[in-house]
């Protein structure tokens, strides 16, 4: 097994791995805290083999909108270019920064995305580590959070980014507050918790104060300086730590060519 870092502070390229074979679960995880994006190359999985795979990090979280479960393996969902809005247009899963599923009371660690076709160029996902952004924080912005937690929904109502609907009947997590600063539960290093999509405020804060701090947290914490960009290779597997970055897709491609990736989440803590 081969690890070789992609950037100076996030991602790296695991080679020599098949995960459809026994491999030594304890050393990828290691690398995944280390590392926050692992980028397993040339595998070629099934869902079942994917789920198979995975379960060996974690235990499967249950994504919220079942609507892309997949029939033959409803713990693997599908993410494609080729889902609408009711309206006819296109939906793009994952524009715009966010972590996965902070509504929920214990959000996943983990989302694992694994290539099925992919367009010739473009469509890349960008990572900002957050580890990083809290660290590069002033004394006083890291005084001011101290102790603060922000109020994740579902959707939030300041969201730029709609998501599609659920099913009927759907019932989903809505309106939990979780800290502005979390602490790694592995590594022990503090990472900003934010989610541009899901949070409405910060508890105990006049939205006078708190949305306009929400979006310089933000905006400090996208800084390229931050970014991991993943180019995306048929065979990837990329498996990456929802505790302590933000991801966002790009719809900058062809979309007469199929992007199409199966997705699962495994269960994390409660964020502290
Ligand atoms: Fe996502």
Redo the contacts with the bound molecule.
């Keep these: 097994m081969i690890i070789e870092k992609l950037s100076p502070h996030t991602g790296a390229e695991v080679r020599g791995v098949d995960l459809r074979e026994k491999f030594d679960a304890a050393a990828l995880n290691r690398a995944f805290v280390e590392h926050s994006v692992l980028v397993v190359r040339d595998q070629d999985l099934t869902a079942p083999q994917l789920l198979a795979a995975v379960q060996q990090f974690g235990a499967v979280l249950q994504q919220h909108n079942t609507k892309f479960a997949l029939p033959e393996c409803p713990p693997i969902h599908y993410i494609s270019n080729q889902d609408q809005y009711p309206d006819g247009s296109r939906y793009i ?2 524009a715009g920064y ?3 599923h902070s509504n929920a009371e214990a959000p996943p660690k983990a ?1 694992i995305l694994c290539a099925v076709s992919l367009p010739d160029r473009g469509g890349d996902t960008q990572y900002v580590n957050m580890h990083e952004a809290y660290d590069s924080l002033d004394a006083a912005t890291k005084a001011r959070i101290e102790g603060r937690r922000a109020i994740h929904v579902y959707q939030s109502r300041y969201s730029a980014r709609k998501l599609i609907a659920l099913p009927d009947g759907a019932k989903v997590p809505d309106s939990v507050a979780h800290p502005l600063a979390r602490t790694h539960p592995e590594s022990g290093r503090k990472a900003l918790y934010l989610n541009p999509i899901r949070t409405e405020g910060i508890v105990d804060m006049d939205d006078a104060e708190g949305l306009p701090l929400l979006d310089e947290l933000l905006a400090h914490a996208v800084r390229e300086k931050h970014q991991y960009r993943h180019k995306w290779q048929p065979g990837d597997v990329v498996m990456w730590d929802n505790r302590c970055l933000l ?3 790009n719809g900058d491609y062809d979309m007469s060519q199929l992007r199409y990736m199966y997705r699962v989440m495994l269960q994390g803590d409660a964020p502290r």
Aim: no cysteine; net charge neutral.
């Design positions: 899963a994952g966010h972590t996965d989302t991801h966002k897709a």
